[in-house]
């Protein structure tokens, strides 16, 4: 069965680095998205992707991340310069249309900012 | 912002049983509902959704029903089964006028156990 993947599974960064989180979605797939769980926390929507633009965005989504799909099959989140509150877990997902509302999470990428 | 409740953080049954786990919503302009399964270091899983046109969908072991004037569903799984243990969440969508229909909001999540 498709599946969402996603790499790396943990990132260790320092405070004001840049990382790239980096996401496979499923092949036939037209959608993509992140969200973010910060320990304890909800879910949160970060951004919706779609033929190359950004579709919805949240407030979370500021000016320090941004996304790309810089080929026919990855599909990255850059955050620029991270901050402490930045650690989550950042799972990426996608969905096959524009009729078709299930999304399909990635098993996500823990990012530990020190 | 607490527009998807799951009020029961918890819940334990025995195998062969029926679990109920129950989610509220205040927002009127979501039209779709999904529930998630996540087990621990994974991603969440697709279970099952429903929109708000209907009142019930069924698949399987798992059976979502929705009540529209409450803002409430529910998702009953029957019978329960100890590799069912996880957690659940609640997710909504929202109608394409209202701007956010991409984007998924998520309740706080029920640990579902189930005892052999």
């Known amino acids: 069965e498709p599946e969402v993947t996603q790499t790396p599974s943990h990132q260790v960064t320092q405070m004001g680095q840049e990382v790239i989180l980096r996401c496979v979605p499923i092949?036939?797939?037209?959608?993509f998205y992140w969200y973010r769980q910060i320990l304890g926390q909800k879910v949160e929507f970060l951004v919706s992707?779609?033929?190359?633009?950004?579709?919805?965005k949240s407030e979370i989504f500021d000016d320090q991340f941004s996304v790309e799909r810089p080929d026919g099959s990855n599909f990255t989140l850059k955050i620029r310069s991270t901050k402490l509150e930045d650690s989550a877990m950042y799972f990426c997902a996608s969905s096959q249309n524009t009729n078709s509302y299930e999304q399909y999470f990635g098993p996500g990428t823990r990012l530990t900012v020190t | 912002d607490q527009q998807v409740k799951q009020n029961s953080p918890s819940l334990s049954v025995q195998e062969g049983r029926i679990s109920i786990l129950n989610c509220d919503y205040t927002n009127s302009m979501f039209d779709y509902f999904l529930w998630y399964k996540k087990y621990p270091a994974e991603g969440p899983t697709f279970l099952i959704s429903?929109?708000?046109?209907?009142d019930k969908n069924e698949d399987g072991r798992f059976t979502v029903f929705l009540n529209k004037s409450a803002k409430h569903l529910s998702l009953h799984i029957v019978p329960s089964q100890p590799g069912d243990s996880a957690v659940y969440f609640c997710a909504a969508r929202g109608a394409i006028s209202s701007g956010s229909a991409r984007q998924l909001t998520f309740g706080s999540g029920t640990q579902l156990t189930v005892l052999p």
């Open positions: 992707f779609y033929n190359n633009e950004i579709s919805e």
């Open positions: 092949s036939n797939h037209l959608y």
């Open positions: 429903i929109s708000s046109i209907k």
